[in-house]
């Protein structure tokens, strides 16, 4: 829970280092509501500390390119086991003097956040679109890429709160074909070699030289879609584990010219062990680069039966986020789509093959009205199904007009999964946190104040973030497990967790990327319901070791390395709290 | 629906006692060479010993009175399963009863059991091949049936006895559009329109087929010539019709990319940027025609436009001057000119400004049209006579060139009216074809346009031209007898459908509406329009007014098979596909070859995982999927039903389709904000 309301940078005063976790006592659980209680979300932006504010930069009639971002990303950059956000901006491009940064905000563990862009030398470079971020080097401390309309930005983690941008010398600046609209990225490792690749993807052909508008409706100027630029190749770098990287984008099978890369994913959808890549299009087929093992990939999205919608129509494919929604064992798919298209769930079928369940369970009606971006799978009431938030908003700010009854605005939306294979709309329902439309885009997921409650992290086009606090109360038990990685790679990105609980099982892949341009907490939450252990918790490593702990107590931030066959407690670094206020 | 209405009419029109004239020799020859009315006999008479009643009934013949009667009652009480049973009875006991096999033909024409409708009528017209009604029906249903080949010879005959009959018309040109015979299918909506007495209906109807005819050669020229400038051409032309400057545009410049010197591209671009108010674009373009073609009157014209829209009067005039002198005949007939709004204090000030310009045919064209712009008609005729005198007093063109001996070439001097009946003298060849409808086209006698376009015939580069040139022939038909419609009829209900549709077309909600209310006003219970403004409404997403509209046409009309189908999409769109299936079922009972509703009712079996059911419905909309949607469906049925084989080559198929076709064709033409799905 939220302690107080102060601010104290961490660089005053001295640190108090916390060994025990700061979720609720399992006796105050036990007087806590049980069952069904409606989850309520706050947000609790301003009240954070938060200023950050997006800045799209359009001069009259938008561009695609101001409509498009922004992602937002979640990591603990500093270890002091707090999550922390870094946001994405725009610039403005019309030498106005307007001046617009990207922002690394500090989560000090009681509630609040501090900017430190400036401190940590992470401003961005260009007008700033997506971002994610990876060990790359495997230093125990998370890098962080970030995905712009021009050469895109790598900035090492000096483990010390400052940041190098290294990437000239790591060559991963994307502008390797010559196209500069980079969009979703993802650190994964393809080649399970130990050290984190990256796949950059590419988007619309969009340049300075290129239409800017296009109309609506009766001759309404808007921003253009996609289609009328064509597409661009997306860039697929291997870590050559010295610092450096290289483009075997074509050696890989991966490059395709008219890709409209939007949201990126790895996940290993066949269970082989081997991460494979979901790419969402904005308007042509999606992607399912499966991996073959050696280096290459072979696009089977098609065969997989989810390129396309189950009417045979291609998607405005913004998202890409995948969970176990049935706990059936296989990562499932969820994409959101265009207003009047309705999102998308898969249910991965085991086989290979996914099988579009959007009408049966639910989601189609709901989301027909609403152009939907970021979000995805994450358990908010910890009853062990895996529920959907999604990011609304809409491309066109004058679609109010073009289109009475459609808003630019759009409230978001939450669905419930009741363990039925049916997702209930609770958005109404589900606190002030909904109350209040916005132009959504990224969605990060993290429990910021590690009270055992999945919190959502929004970032809005043009405007203020959305944090949105979880309030949690439903008594429900969870598991949140941080991995490191030692003869994987640090992040562990591409091990699978596997938690049975009551005939129940669960799992989770860590995995970088997804949503929308964003990337959420990499540590793995589980909510169990009423159960207060799990019977065994699994790691399946990508360096194909295997972990089990049985009897694991519920209510708990653990730490699983790889080298070591034991649970451990995640450490909470946590502000001195002065008794008197200053001055 | 137009057979079963017509089946009612024929049945009106049978008088009861007419059936049973047959000569006592006849019933003589019945009994003694048909044994087996000799055994009805004998059974009715043993059972006339059981069952006393039974037999105080009848003899052979009152027995088939009886069912006949019966037949015919129930049929005009609409019973038809039982109109059936009986007609069946009455043939077993006489199988050449020919008005019985017609009567039963009819009975399962009302059970839309097309197949054997045909069957029996079919029989009945091989006795009496005059029956107007049955051949009519035959041949329509043969249509429903997807074998327009059969359809086609009891067609014609149903013309033959009735050449006035207007479903024997509108069913044998579905059938010549099957084949791609646009000349004759538009021969028969002529017809169809001279025979309807009701003007407002028949230009409506007209212009629509004469569109409807456009739309095809131009979907079909992009998709056959689709590598070519012809399909990048014909998708900007269709899209330069919806106003969709940019997106014109764009289609243009791949043309140009295909094909830089193809005559009269620059111009279209020229205009597009024109009424996109790019005006410099507009202007290079227009010069960049002139430079491949300095005589393009076209482009003249263009800059004449762009000139005006400037308010450069001068400038005007010279280029009007300049297709004066190439072609007089193509001035004449510029009716329409300028084809960009000028706002009137612009108008004004040209006026003003041409006024002071020195005489000549160039200045009076000009002050003609400007002048009809701005409604002072009194004015505009007099230039116009000044204009048509200059016209008529020009010098006849020498046949001679200067000094030497040679007949200059009319058509190569632009002296179309003359090109056109040198043209006529020869023997032509498609070349030639080809030159005089565009040669008509410019002289705006689109008639004859059409009449030579059509014949140009194969698959090739002159047949691209050729059916683009025709696209647009029937294009301007269409427009000419919209023009009819709205000049004399302006305040009728079908101009206000008209003009909604235009609306609609250029995806201005608002005033498509209150153009559809004002027709309603005048026709309240007319079903085309609540079906039209049904589909208005669904198209832009408001399912409650659609579903509104589409219900009250169907209270007025059940067996709009349209409706029906739009009804069935309101449901697959809300995804609620299990209220989508009666009304798509229902559809394609009445009317088996909508291929749209066939696909439709597949989508929605598949969305409810009723994959065996999805499979034949999309099977038989296969043929028409020119994007790869439905065979992607049919993949993952197939997939589903463990057709491994089957799967893999409806997936194969759906990838060759989308590479080749470009799902953002549809979604451009579409007009969908996305690909989609847009589409």
Redesign the interface.
Known sequence: MWISKLSLPPALGALLIFTQPLSNTPQKLASQVRGSSSVQFDNITRAAGIRFVHYKGSKGTSTILEEAGPGVCVADYDGDGWPDIYFVNGRDLYNRGVSARNALYHNNGDGTFTDVTEEAGVPGSAYGLGCVWGDYDNDGFPDLYVTQYGKNVLYHNNGNGAFTDVTDRAGVAAMDWGYPFHTGATFFDYDRDGYLDLYVGGYANFGPAS?RN??????IPTS??P??YGGTPPVLYHNNGNGTFTNVTKVAGMYDPKGLNLAVGAGDYDEDGWPDLFVAN????AYLYHNNHNGRFTNVA??A?MA???????M?AMCISLGDYDNDGHLDLFVSD?Q???DHIWRNEGKG?F?EV???VGV??PT??VLSFGGGFFDYDNDGWLDLFIANGHV?PEVEIA?P?SHYKQINSLFHNNGKQKFIDVSKTSGDGFATPYAGRGVAFADFDNDGNMDVLVANNNDPPLLLHNRGGTGNHFLNFKLIGTKSNHDATGARVRVRTYGMSQIREIMAGGSYLSQSDLRAHFGIGSAKLADTVEVFWPSGLHHAFRNVEADQFYVIQEDKEQLMLQKFRRPVLRSTPKG | MRSRNMAVRFLSSIPPGVYFRRSLPYWMLVWREMPWVKAIVFILLVVSSVAPKAAVCQSSEDQLEVFFRAGQEALRHGEFVRAVEQFKKALALDPTLVEAEVNLGLAYQSLFEYDLAVRHLSKALSERPNLLGPTVIVGVDYLKLGSPEKALPFLLQALKLDPSNREARQALASCYLGQENFRSAAEEFRQIAVLDPDKSEAWFKLGHEYLDLSARLAYRGAHLYRESAWGHRFLGDLLFQR?????AL?EYRKALDAEPGQSGLHTSQGLAYLHAAKLEEAETEFRLELKLDSSNEQAWLGLANLQLARGQAAAALESLGKVWEISPEFLAVQRGFPSVDLPPESVEATIAQAQGEPEGPAKHFLLATLYATTGENALADRQWKDFQANFLGRQPPSNRVAGGTANQDPCKARRYAACADWLRTRNLADPERLLLGKTYFRLQQYELAAEALAQVRGVSNENAEASYWLARTYNALGAESYARLEESLPNSWRAHQLRAEGYAL?????DALKEFQRAQQLRPDEPELHEALGQLYLD???DDDAQRELEKALALDPSRTHALYLMGRLYV???E?EKALPYLQRALRLQPDLADASSLLG?AY????QFANAVPKLEKAAPLDH???????L??AY??LGHVELAQKA?AR??DL?RSSL??DQ??IMGS?????E?
């Open positions: 239409q296009c109309t609506i409706g009766a001759k253009c879609r289609a009328v904005d308007g042509i087929d098609m065969e039966g396309l919608s189950m009417s045979g129509g291609a405005a265009f009047e298209s309705s093959a099988d959007s009408d049966s189609t009606e027909r009205h066109y289109s009854g | 106003s969709r400057w940019e997106d764009r250029r995806q201005d909600l608002e832009n997403n408001a769109q809300k995804r596909n989508t598949v969305r409810l995982g994007y790869g949607s439905v065979h992607y469906q993949y993952l997939r589903k997936l759906s990838q989308r799902e953002h979604a451009v904000p996305q690909v989609d799905t589409p």
